[in-house]
C-alpha cells in the first residue's frame, strides 16, 4: 500500500520559513518523479514545484521561483520543500505527489498524479 505522509506545516509570520517533507513508502520511490501541489479552499489544486527520479531536474511555478526550493532523499525515500520568504497568498493546505511518467511534473498539473499525500497546512499571517 502505497503511503505518502507530508509534515512540517504550522503558522509562520510573512517573511518567515518553512520546511515540509513528505516520506513515501509501499512504492520504489526512486523511480517516482515527485511533487508538491497546494489548494485553498474555492479554488483547483496548483502545482508549486516538481522534481525528477535522480534530482537532477527540478520544476517550479511562476510564484514561488526565487523562493522555494525542492529536493529528495532517494535513500530516505523522502522529498522536501523548503519554503522562504514566505507571503500570505502561500497560505494553503500542500500535497505531495508521485509520478511514475513526470509527465505531469514537466507540464505542471496535476492531472495524472499516480498517488497523493493527504496534505499539510501551512498558514502564513501578515
Known amino acids: 500500500q502505497v503511503q505518502l505522509v507530508e509534515s512540517g506545516g504550522g503558522v509562520v509570520q510573512a517573511g518567515g520559513s518553512l520546511r515540509l517533507s513528505c516520506a513515501a513508502s509501499g512504492l520504489t520511490f526512486s523511480s517516482y518523479g515527485m511533487g508538491w501541489f497546494r489548494q485553498v479552499p474555492g479554488k483547483e489544486r496548483e502545482f508549486v514545484a516538481g522534481i525528477s527520479w535522480s534530482g537532477s531536474s527540478t520544476y517550479y511555478a511562476e510564484s514561488v521561483k526565487g523562493r522555494f526550493a525542492i529536493s529528495r532523499d532517494n535513500a530516505k525515500n523522502t522529498v522536501y520543500l523548503q519554503m522562504n520568504s514566505l507571503k500570505p497568498e502561500d497560505t494553503a493546505v500542500y500535497y505531495c505527489?508521485?509520478?511514475?511518467?513526470?509527465?505531469?511534473?514537466?507540464?505542471?498539473?496535476?492531472?495524472?498524479?499516480?498517488?497523493w499525500g493527504k496534505g499539510t497546512l501551512v498558514t502564513v499571517s501578515s
Open positions: 505527489a508521485a509520478d511514475r511518467g513526470m509527465t505531469s511534473i514537466r507540464l505542471g498539473t496535476r492531472d495524472g498524479m499516480d498517488y
